[in-house]
């Protein structure tokens, strides 16, 4: 009895594979373009409380973030590097967001992205050369991924004529190519940077409400320490704690860090420090009161973030061309459904005639 050729079968089971993911992020398209469509616009400086919808321009807040392969100032990246040739291999993942503001006509309103699903397209996406040659456009991130931007022009002249010593980010080491094996490399990064228009559909809440503060003006998907809160028995663990008392409160945790403008500025009260370190310099008044101001926010401050019953969707673009993007892949995830049901009929037929 004859058989079926095997590469054939393969070639089929891998239409199956590949038409059912193309389907399931189709469906993930679905929902977010029906979400923000069935969401009106609201004013942000008439904004009430519940599910929102708010479209306007990212503006930073006191922290921003570094992407790794191109070094730009921004509030959100995703970036990837995977190898070249038929074994293709992740080197190098990380995904990372920072509270934000985002302004429309009427006024800004903080945005806390911990839990988000981000859709922004590609800004950077190279292969390294034929000899391994590096990418045009590729600066790989030397030092910490978070910075504070400059006050002033001042200030920003003076950090732009200081020279430092470039201190490389270890994780990064040796992923800039330039060897014949590093050839085909891929590096892609996507990035939501100060002034890019985006729609936000979230929950308006006051500052007070949130579980959280501390944890929900980061997002990172990759090695969050607080990720293990997801895990229902941590989060007991984590609500039994906090009953009995034991829980350690940010600046008994935190220690120096706690201080509003320790590390990235003048401290508003002085640091404990050992023995022998120079002691940096306070905050005048003035400057206290504005560093708490914006370190600090009230309770009754009303903020967007996630909520248990209504995740947090940042989209690049205005409301319509958000849209648009997510009916696109619903499109494809249909055209995946179709490759999924030829890939099974072409294999059944396989099989049964051989």
Do not use: K
Request: hydrophobic share 40%; with cysteine.
């Amino acid at each position: 009895m004859p058989t079926a050729d095997p590469s054939l079968l393969g070639l089929c089971l891998a239409g199956v594979g590949v038409g059912l993911l193309l389907l399931w992020r189709g469906f993930g398209g679905y929902r977010a373009a029906a979400r923000i469509g069935d969401t009106s616009t609201s004013r942000i400086a008439t904004l009430a409380a519940g599910e929102v919808r708010i479209s306007g321009v990212v503006e930073r807040a006191e922290v921003t973030l570094v992407s790794p392969l191109q070094s730009r100032d921004c509030v959100w990246y995703r970036s990837r590097i995977r190898s070249g040739g038929r074994d293709e291999q992740e080197l190098f993942a990380e995904e990372r967001g920072i509270g934000f503001r985002i302004r429309d006509a009427s006024g800004s309103i903080r945005v806390f992205p911990r839990g988000a699903r981000i859709d922004a397209p590609d800004r950077f996406a190279e292969r390294t050369g034929p000899l391994g040659d590096e990418p045009p456009g590729l600066a790989l991130r030397g030092g910490s991924p978070f910075t504070t931007p400059a006050e002033d022009r001042e200030a920003a002249i003076a950090a732009l004529l200081t020279v430092r010593v470039p201190d490389p980010d270890p994780e990064l080491s040796g992923l800039g190519g330039g060897s014949f094996e590093d050839s085909g490399r891929r590096y892609e990064e996507a990035r939501l940077e100060e002034g890019d228009v985006i729609t936000v559909v979230g929950t308006a809440l006051p500052f007070g409400h949130l579980e959280d503060p501390s944890g929900a003006d980061r997002l990172d998907r990759y090695g969050d320490p607080l990720a293990g809160l997801d895990d229902p028995e941590v989060a007991a663990e984590v609500a039994e704690a906090r009953a009995a008392g034991t829980l350690l409160t940010p600046e008994e945790a935190w220690g120096n860090a706690a201080i509003p403008g320790f590390g990235i500025g003048r401290p508003v009260r002085a640091p404990e420090l050992d023995e022998g370190v120079t002691a940096p310099v306070l905050a005048t008044p003035e400057e206290a009161a504005r560093i708490e101001q914006v370190f600090d926010l009230e309770p009754d401050l009303l903020v967007v973030a996630a909520a248990p019953d209504s995740p947090l969707l940042i989209a690049t673009g205005t409301p319509g061309e958000a849209v648009a993007r997510e009916e696109g892949r619903f499109l494809v995830g249909l055209l995946g459904a179709v490759l999924a049901i030829g890939s099974a009929v072409a294999g059944a037929l396989l099989l049964a005639t051989g």
